[in-house]
């Protein structure tokens, strides 16, 4: 591949990804204006404008678009191989571009890099924290985790753990409201509910126990968030009663900040996995990440917590 052709589509790309010459040539560890360069003289090869220009934003033409869609998973690949070759054959090398939950992120796969950082130095991971379900593939995520990605054509998921959904509420609600002895009662309490990022709607409060019975509790909403972490935080200051997945519960529950209200009643949302395209060629970088989350989170007894 000719030399100075690389370079130009490196720049595209990279420019292309992060919607900025200026961050495209962060990513490439090269100056705004030799991205820039490059890109012009792509663009002046090609006899097309791939780029929309302006003093504020940088977006990509019809034409651009198309370049884009059509080289930037080959070009991805071709570019790990070469980065392969250049510090060792099939060696797990480059920036991993990864989704992850907010608080799940956080809480607890942030605490598991240092070692997988360790064992593979010339990996990057580069973290993007969103409770919304990213496209995986378009937005060009190398691995996503969370919960609820559709898996559409090109995609696997490794599940991790099954999430069971908890009523609870702080010590100091329950001291000053009768606990509730049935889903029934739930009508007579203050709830804070959950409005759906995917649907604008409120979440019912679909609860099922052991025996296999299943009840839509009626509930009174005093608040409505769009973020579980704040409606776990809301709760553990008295507001109310919540319904959190136990990735947001456990630690408050732990703590003494929360109590479980009606114990023998719950709810259960998909289950928290990892995902990855499903490409021929997956990465060494994805492939060996994928492992380690896999390998990380059975051995830290997270999966038992996520469902009790």
Request: a positive charge; charged letters at 25%.
């Amino acid at each position: 591949m000719h030399a100075e052709l690389r370079i130009h589509l490196d720049a595209f790309v990279a420019s292309a990804e992060e919607s900025s010459f200026s961050a495209g040539a962060r990513k490439l560890g090269l100056t705004p204006a030799a991205v820039s360069k490059s890109v012009a003289r792509l663009e002046a090869g090609l006899g097309v404008r791939l780029f929309q220009r302006s003093t504020r934003s940088l977006s990509l033409t019809a034409e651009g678009e198309r370049l884009y869609r059509e080289v930037r998973l080959a070009w991805t690949e071709i570019s790990e191989a070469l980065t392969g070759l250049k510090q060792g054959a099939g060696k797990p090398a480059g920036t991993l571009k990864v989704s992850m939950a907010l608080a799940v992120g956080r809480n607890y796969f942030v605490p598991m890099l240092d070692e997988f950082l360790r064992r593979y130095p010339d990996i990057v991971p580069d973290l993007y924290f969103d409770n919304r379900q990213v496209d995986l593939i378009a937005e060009g995520f190398d691995v996503a985790i969370g919960g609820g990605i559709d898996l559409t054509e090109g995609l696997i998921a490794r599940e991790l753990a099954r999430v069971r959904v908890v009523l609870a509420a702080s010590p100091a609600y329950l001291e000053q409201h009768p606990k509730p002895k049935s889903p029934t009662d739930l009508s007579r309490h203050r709830c804070l509910l959950r409005r759906s990022l995917s649907t604008g709607r409120l979440v019912p409060w679909t609860l099922r126990n052991d025996a296999g019975r299943e009840i839509t509790a009626s509930v009174r909403p005093v608040m409505v968030l769009d973020d579980p972490e704040a409606i776990a935080r809301a709760a553990a200051c008295g507001m109310g009663v919540a319904m959190l997945p136990m990735p947001h519960a456990a630690p408050l529950l732990e703590s003494g900040e929360l109590q479980r209200v009606l114990p023998d009643w719950y709810a259960e949302t998909k289950p928290l996995s990892i995902y990855y395209s499903s490409r021929k060629l997956v990465p060494a970088k994805t492939k060996v990440f994928v492992d380690y989350i896999v390998e990380a989170f059975r051995a830290s007894g997270h999966a038992a917590r996520f469902w009790s």
